[in-house]
T-cell receptor, first 113, second 116 residues
Framework: DQQVKQNSPSLSVQEGRISILNCDYTNSMFDYFLWYKKYPAEGPTFLISISSIKDKNEDGRFTVFLNKSAKHLSLHIVPSQPGDSAVYFCAASSSGSARQLTFGSGTQLTVLP | NAGVMQNPRHLVRRRGQEARLRCSPMKGHSHVYWYRQLPEEGLKFMVYLQKENIIDESGMPKERFSAEFPKEGPSILRIQQVVRGDSAAYFC??????????????FGPGTRLLVL
């Protein structure tokens, strides 16, 4: 039972344009959501997070949107840069648990120069 | 380096041997999580520890796997009598705590275990 889903295994975007990565979840107990970026042979790097009491959080080029009624979140990267090419993981946790993260399967983003 | 540290980065073991993976959390962090990424899969939670206590080990296989986080020193994930199916990347993450504003987990570079 996949509680966090990233339905697009890959995404290609032109440099300078917007990248939109999507994530859906099924567990209504999740109240904290994070996006991580991962390069091969490295650990996940934290990018941005959002609490369920908000619907938007912005940090530089990265913005995360949360739609609780649809159980959907998205990560927007504007403008996209070639260095953004990596696998992006969506993750979620709940205060009722030990805060362990449940991850999606990842989306490979390729930003073309 | 104030980040999460893991060693070794790569570990090769033969079937039946023991594997010990170490994790030093970020400075000031007392909460440690271990995750495993099997080939072609996402990261899966294994165990959550605070200093000297296992808080949640619901994701850890019941046999051959154990974890500790002593008062002094790094957290250790121990795999006894390794099998080929244990080959994976093992990631450690740490956080300040579980309350709002403390809960972001930061990851180490991982240990890649290969069982021959």
């Amino acid at each position: 039972d996949q509680q966090v889903k990233q339905n697009s295994p890959s995404l290609s975007v032109q440099e300078g344009r917007i990248s939109i990565l999507n994530c859906d979840y099924t567990n209504s107990m999740f109240d904290y959501f994070l996006w991580y970026k991962k390069y091969p042979a490295e650990g996940p790097t934290f990018l941005i997070s959002i609490s369920s009491i908000k619907d938007k959080n912005e940090d530089g080029r990265f913005t995360v949107f949360l739609n609780k009624s649809a159980k959907h979140l998205s990560l927007h990267i504007v403008p996209s840069q070639p260095g953004d090419s990596a696998v992006y993981f969506c993750a979620a946790s709940s205060s009722g648990s030990a805060r362990q993260l449940t991850f999606g399967s990842g989306t490979q983003l390729t930003v073309l120069p | 380096n104030a980040g999460v540290m893991q060693n070794p980065r790569h570990l090769v073991r033969r079937r039946g041997q023991e594997a010990r993976l170490r994790c030093s959390p970020m400075k000031g962090h007392s909460h440690v999580y271990w995750y495993r990424q099997l080939p072609e899969e996402g990261l899966k939670f294994m165990v959550y520890l605070q200093k000297e206590n296992i808080i949640d080990e619901s994701g850890m296989p019941k046999e051959r796997f154990s974890a500790e986080f002593p008062k002094e020193g790094p957290s250790i994930l121990r795999i006894q009598q390794v099998v080929r199916g244990d080959s994976a990347a093992y990631f450690c993450a740490s956080s300040w705590g579980r309350l709002a504003g403390e809960e972001t987990q930061y990851f180490g570079p991982g240990t890649r275990l290969l069982v021959l």
